[in-house]
């Protein structure tokens, strides 16, 4: 599960169109090594199969036995996330060039996605970067313009699935020429799976690690070649194609994800407020259209800020009670109360924030949750956090302020807001 200190990302928050035909979609390219987090955890199995005479038989490697299953499992499975890199490194005569994406996708069925991307490229002594979202919902595709923020619809006709979001490269790989060993990955019994994908630059060597246990996907690499122009224009163009290689991490298999929308599509120049839906999860919230929206980074979290220097981070976690739950959290019961008190008790390690208040919060669908109220630099800036835990592991934050004068004024406008929080249907 993800797991990380909501204290931590608040910190980092407040400091403040890629995805290549690797990715199954020569239109979306989307920085920091593929993390490890929420992946499955370890859960070692001895390479046997029982039979019904109880008679243990040794599990087979055979790839046109272990691929069919590996894609089996994963169609059962359903839905999942994914967090992945993609690397391009061109060195020639003329100079050098580089690029790398992050990647952080989710899949909740078949033809129903969404793909986040932050790319930083270099360019001889230029360097740059941006940020994509792209959504498929429905036989529609939704694509945020990384310069304006808007959102361009387009009808969906017969795309492709994607090698690394859906996994694809599971029914692609030429079993013919692929071998499947046992391994271990990250303490667990896996098998791997190496090959090629026949008539795919981007697949010229693939790696598949699937559980020994569940033949679910955990991790998958991709070396091959694009051509320049699926990059956006954050390389130079070039006759040849490029190397390029994808690492891709699977985790979350078989958690209820519904990919939403994007509400700025429906939303009316006009209103007075703008919402707030999560991604992947069912939650909500009414803000004020006042603030503007920063380009999302992630699946789980989205930041505004306003022009009087109010800002607003929203932070979504999908909870390892037993990871997260320790000292003197030890034991008691995951639920909206105890979920708040984390967050207190990362408030009050730092030297930064003074907690003035946390008490009980209603909203107007009936949700409990709390509201802690905390400030910074000798109370000239003033922060107010909403806290809510929903189902068995997902929790959810809302840290809204300002300075002191401004937060004044704002105060009833922050309220509305965390009152409007509800579970989306």
Not at 243 to 253: D, K
Request: glycine share 8%.
């Amino acid at each position: 599960m993800k797991t990380q200190p909501l204290a931590v990302l608040f910190v980092i928050f407040a400091s403040m169109a890629l995805l290549t035909a690797a990715c199954g979609d020569d239109e979306d390219v989307g920085s920091s090594a593929v993390g490890t987090t929420g992946s499955p955890s370890p859960n070692p199995t001895a390479s046997v199969e029982a039979t019904p005479d109880g008679v243990s038989t040794p599990v087979s490697t055979d790839p046109d036995v272990v691929l069919p299953a590996i894609a089996a499992a994963m169609a059962e499975a359903g839905s999942w996330q994914v967090q992945g890199q993609l690397n391009v490194v061109d060195i020639t005569d003329d100079g050098e060039q580089s690029l790398t994406t992050t990647i952080n996708a989710a899949r909740s069925g078949p033809g129903n996605n969404i793909v986040v991307t932050v790319s930083d490229a270099i360019t001889g002594s230029i360097s740059g970067s941006t940020s994509a979202e792209n959504r498929i919902v429905d036989g529609k595709r939704y694509r945020r313009d990384p310069g304006t923020g808007e959102w361009t619809v387009s009808d969906v006709v017969d795309a492709p699935a994607s090698l690394t979001v859906d996994a694809d490269v599971v029914s692609q790989i030429d079993a013919s020429t692929a071998t499947v060993v046992e391994a271990e990955l990250d303490g667990e019994a896996v098998f791997h799976v190496t090959g090629t994908i026949p008539d795919s630059d981007a697949g010229k060597a693939v790696e598949i690690f699937a559980g020994v246990d569940d033949y679910l996907v955990r991790k998958m690499t991709l070396e091959g070649t694009a051509p320049s122009s699926n990059f956006g224009g954050l390389l130079a163009i070039s006759e040849r194609p490029l190397p390029q290689t994808v690492e891709a991490r699977y985790f979350e298999y078989g958690r209820p994800i519904v990919i939403h929308v994007p509400p700025a599509v429906e939303e009316v120049a006009t209103a007075e407020t703008q919402q707030y839906l999560s991604t992947i999860n069912p939650l909500t919230m009414g803000v004020s259209a006042m603030l503007r929206r920063a380009p999302r980074t992630d699946l789980t979290g989205e930041s505004y800020t306003g022009s009087g220097g109010d800002a607003l981070f929203i932070i979504e976690e999908y909870l390892d009670v037993a990871a997260a739950f320790v000292g003197e959290l030890t034991g008691k019961t995951p639920d909206a109360e105890t979920y708040a008190q984390r967050f207190e008790i990362e408030l009050a390690k730092s030297a930064t924030y003074e907690v003035l208040s946390n008490e009980s919060f209603t909203t107007e669908s009936g949700l409990v949750a709390r509201l802690i109220r905390f400030s910074e630099a000798d109370g000239d800036v003033q922060w107010a956090h909403l806290s809510y835990f929903h189902a068995d592991d997902l929790g959810f934050g809302a840290t809204y302020g300002a300075f002191a004068t401004r937060y004044e004024v704002i105060e009833d406008d922050i309220m509305t807001a965390f009152r409007s929080f509800s579970i989306a249907e």
